[in-house]
RNA sequence: CGGAGUUUAGCGCAGUUGGUAGCGCGCUACGUUCGGGACGUAGAGGUCGGGCGUUCGAGUCGCCUAACUCCGACCA
């Protein structure tokens, strides 16, 4: 482990750091599938977590879950134009559906006889495949609206995959509104993205800036997209969610009709909304340092680990004795603990590990505690120990881990503020953006521009941040008027 | 898909002019240890990514192929 100190602290490859970061810290790797990954049960105990609390959310704005096919008929995709052409790049396609044993030696081959007449596409986004089932649902106003979400996989082959952050499978849920109104369609849209940012602030404690993308950036089939832009560690930006109003397209797409109050067919107004296993990219990359991951408590899969130290098993029968009402105590508050009494590991080790897999709060207590009716406590976000009284010890620990929850936050949006700054000129830009971080900076409106500050400088408009004051300006490329500043940043 | 690199034990790696396959960590057993990644002794573990070739002989040389990593291109 020595070596992943010395890894981590090398700061001129940021990738490999996070790469290796993550595979040592047992919550993924890379499988032998191109660009797909295994979540590690430890991993995925946080992906859990992070389902748990969406979907309780979800619950409580009145969304039901369902649960749609894995293919997609070739034609359906294609239906919706600007649809297929943001997707067709990336599809894996099933072209035929039995194999057999190959008859020029051994293994197995496709067999040409099992051709399916219409290919299938694996899901990279399951619009056109809902939309096709909501035409069957939806015939009244009274029918409306549908608020379904599904959690699912989806296959996108990406030509370069990043884990965590770019796979070419990854889980997600994706949500999916059909509404009689526009106004509705847009409440809906920009609902969600609120409750995508009060996830990423108040459970992942990742600060995020909510706004709007430039056409360039949008959904392909959205009229807007809406998303969550938090910055990580190494001043890369990344889209952490997005909320699409989709207007008509993908009723008109799938003829998709209701009958209004007044009898007249209309078609239905759509939203879709969706976070992925990126988001563990964006908790990993925010809070992580060279110990290894740095954990929210709320999305901790145990918030507190206990390690005896002893030398003997009367100690430690002792010290257990002494830890279980620690637990029950703790239990009590619906703290979840750890109490790692294995025999094969020594404290040190057992240290050094939860750090590595960013377990908040560390208990030690030894013999010297037992006399002194004392335990060390290590909280993992400042690395600092205190030894304190076993008394009182539960509520001490819940009021530290709401510590450490709000500490995390305050770190990462500190961190935010100090790489975000306004930038005037193209010259200083050029300058600036090799530094990272955000820059807000003037912007004619147009693509081309966009596209330009594209190819010079890697950088994207993240988004119009919503809460962007009105200010006069000058498009810092163009000279031509703007209206308020958007947010440059090169991203993942 | 272009450029570069990698592929040898569970993990990380070495392997020189082609000549019996190595190191560290981990693993197993025993003992001593245990308050920040312990130590000793003895063990187990590999058709060297795959294929074809050159050669008396290939981890090493040649060709082909696959996968992975990084940089591009691409990308809600």
Not at 107 to 128: F, H, M, N
Not at 358 to 374: C, F, K, M, Q, S
């Amino acid at each position: 482990m020595a070596e992943l100190k010395e890894l981590t602290s090398r700061e001129e490859n940021y990738s490999q750091w996070y790469n290796d970061l993550v595979v040592k810290a047992d919550l993924a790797e890379n499988s032998a599938v191109r660009g797909c990954m295994v979540i590690k049960p430890y991993g995925y105990a946080i992906w859990e977590k992070i389902q748990r609390q969406l979907d309780d959310m979800f619950k409580e704005t009145g969304h039901v879950n369902a649960y749609f096919p894995l293919f997609i008929p070739k034609s359906y995709l294609s239906r919706e134009a600007d649809h297929v052409e943001g997707f067709a790049k990336e599809c894996a396609v099933v072209t035929h559906y039995r194999l057999k044993t190959n008859a020029e030696g051994n293994g197995v081959v496709v067999d040409p006889a099992a051709k399916l007449e219409e290919e299938l596409i694996v899901r990279p986004t399951s619009e056109t495949i809902i939309w096709s089932t909501y035409k069957n649902w939806i015939h009244s106003y009274r029918d409306l609206p549908i608020l379904c979400n599904q959690w699912a996989n989806v296959v996108r082959w990406e030509m370069r995959t990043r884990l965590f952050l770019r796979t070419a499978e990854f889980l997600w849920q994706e949500g999916h509104t059909a509404h009689a109104t526009r106004e509705e369609a847009l409440e809906e849209a920009r609902k969600m993205l609120d409750v995508y940012a009060e996830f990423a602030e108040k459970y992942m404690a990742v600060p995020v800036v909510k706004g709007i993308k430039s056409p360039n950036e949008r959904f392909a089939g959205a009229l807007e997209t809406f998303c969550i832009e938090a910055m990580m560690q190494d001043g890369k930006a990344l889209q952490a969610g997005t909320s699409h109003f989709l207007g008509q397209n993908f009723a008109k797409a799938f003829d998709v009709q209701f009958m209004n109050k007044d009898n007249q067919p209309e078609y239905v107004w759509a939203t879709s909304w969706g976070v992925s296993t990126r988001l563990m990219g964006a908790l990993i990359m925010s809070h992580s340092d060279n110990n290894g991951l740095v954990l929210p408590p709320k999305l901790a899969p145990y918030q507190v680990v206990i390690v005896p130290i002893y030398k003997n098993a009367e100690q430690l029968a002792a010290i257990t004795e002494k830890v279980d009402a620690i637990r029950a105590g703790l239990k009590a508050l619906n703290i979840s603990v750890k109490y790692d009494d294995a025999d094969n590991r020594k404290p040190g080790w057992k240290f050094a590990q939860y750090e590595l897999k960013g377990v908040p709060v560390r208990l030690a207590i030894g013999a010297r505690d037992l006399e002194n009716n004392t335990i060390e406590v290590m909280r993992r976000d400042t690395l600092t120990k205190e030894t304190v009284s076993i008394d009182g010890i539960e509520n001490y620990i819940k009021n530290l881990l709401d510590d450490i929850q709000e500490n995390i936050y305050q770190k990462a949006l500190k961190f935010r503020q100090s790489v975000t700054r306004e930038v005037n000129s193209y010259e200083e830009f050029k300058v600036e953006i090799e530094k990272g971080g955000f820059l807000a900076c003037h912007w004619d409106g147009t693509p081309e521009t966009e596209e330009r500050i594209k190819e010079e400088t890697k950088a994207t408009i993240r988004c119009i941040p919503l809460d962007a004051p009105e200010e006069p300006g000058f498009c810092m490329v163009t000279g031509k008027p703007s209206k308020r500043r958007v947010l440059f940043a090169r991203s993942y």
